[in-house]
């Protein structure tokens, strides 16, 4: 099917990638990529004109930590709906996490992952295989095989790889197919049972708390195989001031390290589990304000490389349980933007441009993936966002299935208005 192209015109022309930054230009897109971003130009012929004037059009955002929940519980989240949120939310493609059931830890797991996201016709679905059969850390998993049907990267989230002996042969294994080994970095005998995080609000709460050190001590591991095997390792994420100073050392001794950080470890403390609101449990927890400012400087300075949704849907049922007995996670992709701009940006900790640095070029270019710019002969995905617009977030009108966020009701700063996958509009605010 051909598609028509399209010129935005007047909005505020950002891209990172390339220094571009230009008041009121416009971005034409044909045959499904970039032919032109900057200056103003003339009326294409046959060509949709939008006007985005007062709005930013930049590279569409990319996120490299996602759980989509399909196959297995489609009940929550299916590839569809999960790519239609992250359209929502201004990303044009999205990295699919594999506890799924069953695991996506083969070929033709993989590859049916890829095939569900190809035809949701929204946001790019990018599968990240398993780095351990099942997810169980006692052998590895097919890596060639897996990037050969499409993965991107290979990942136990959910579950921290306890063996170092298994972390540093996948660091290895990876490297030789040039992927990055994305970890969550928990100690399981020391997060054993907590509900979240370690310290005085737990105490008052009455919930076993989950200390710090169980993220650390995963960290400089991780970082340290990084250093023996030459290895990429991509640290999910963080969220302790500890976790930043390591990251920080390992990046100042030249280890290929990289790291996401949230928007809600970027935005809430421990304060928000409130009297247990289970909308505010998450794995890594909420931690302290200390922490969140050291997570912003992180972001701010580069230590931290990107930000990533880590979007987790869960059914109604599962959040109203007691807290400790509650799953982690919330939901992310349609609130990103909006809770990114309003923490960081809105108070002058981000520029716009470092914004959309963190979350469209720097993690396509972490990940290898098409992307992250606006360049001519680029792909056509592009995000147009309003950063000065108010909204107050209502979960019944997510495209997710999910419903649980902590945001509920409020008022942030910074809309999407329209997402474009290959040069077409796959999402538009208001229809």
């Known amino acids: 099917m051909t598609v028509r192209p399209i010129l935005l ?30 200056a103003r130009i003339g009326d294409p012929a046959d060509a949709e004109v939008i006007d985005v004037s007062g709005k930013v059009v930049s590279p569409g955002f990319v996120d490299v930590h996602c759980h989509l929940r399909e196959p297995g519980r489609e009940d929550v989240e299916t590839i569809a709906t999960g790519a239609r949120a992250a359209a929502a939310g201004g990303f044009t493609a999205v990295c699919a996490m ?3 059931d069953p695991v996506t830890d083969n070929q033709a ?16 679905v990018y599968p990240i295989g398993a780095i351990t059969l099942g997810q169980k850390g006692e052998r590895l998993a097919e890596f060639g095989e897996m990037i050969q049907a499409g993965a991107v990267a290979v ?8 063996s170092s002996q298994m972390m540093r042969t996948a660091l290895e294994y990876a490297r030789t197919f040039g992927i990055p080994v994305a970890d969550h970095c928990e100690d399981p005998t020391l997060a054993h049972g907590g509900a979240m995080n370690e310290g005085v609000v737990s105490t008052r709460l009455g919930l076993k708390g989950i200390p710090s050190e169980a993220e650390e001590i995963m960290a400089i591991r991780d970082i340290l195989l990084a250093r023996r095997t030459g290895g990429h390792v991509h640290l999910c994420h963080m969220s302790t001031r500890g976790s ?19 928007p809600h470890h970027l935005s809430l403390t421990e ?17 302290t304000a200390d922490d969140v400012a050291a997570l912003q400087e992180a972001v701010r300075d580069g230590t931290i490389d990107c930000v990533a949704t880590d979007h987790a849907p869960h059914h109604y049922d599962e959040k109203e349980r007691e807290f400790a007995d509650a799953p982690n996670g919330i939901v992310g992709l349609e609130t990103a933007l ?18 959309i640095d963190k979350m469209s070029c720097t993690p396509a ?40 966020s902590p945001y509920q009701g409020q008022v942030l700063t910074g809309r999407v208005h329209l997402t474009l996958v290959d040069g077409r509009v796959v999402h538009r605010l208001g229809a």
């Open 338 to 355: 909006a809770v990114v701009h309003t923490w960081l940006v809105a108070p002058g900790i981000l520029s716009l441009a470092q914004l």
């Open 271 to 287: 304060e928000a589990v409130g009297d247990y609101d289970t909308n505010a449990k998450m794995n890594p927890p909420l931690r």
């Open 244 to 262: 930043v100073e390591l990251i920080r050392w390992g990046k100042d001794r030249g280890i290929r390290v990289t790291a996401e950080v949230c």
């Open 98 to 100: 594999p506890n799924t």
């Open 109 to 124: 797991a993989v590859g049916f992952v890829k095939r569900q996201g190809v035809e949701a016709k929204a946001a790019r």
């Open 365 to 404: 270019r972490l990940f290898g993936l098409a992307g992250g710019s606006l360049a001519p002969g680029a792909i056509g995905d592009v995000t147009v966002f309003d950063p000065a617009e108010r909204w107050t977030v209502d979960v019944a009108a997510f495209r997710t299935k999910g419903r649980n």
């Open 9 to 38: 015109r007047g909005g505020r022309v950002l891209d990172p990638s390339r220094g571009l930054d230009v008041a009121a230009g416009d971005v034409y897109l044909e045959g499904g990529v970039v032919r032109h971003a900057g």
């Open 155 to 162: 990942s136990d989230d959910g579950k921290p790889v306890v």
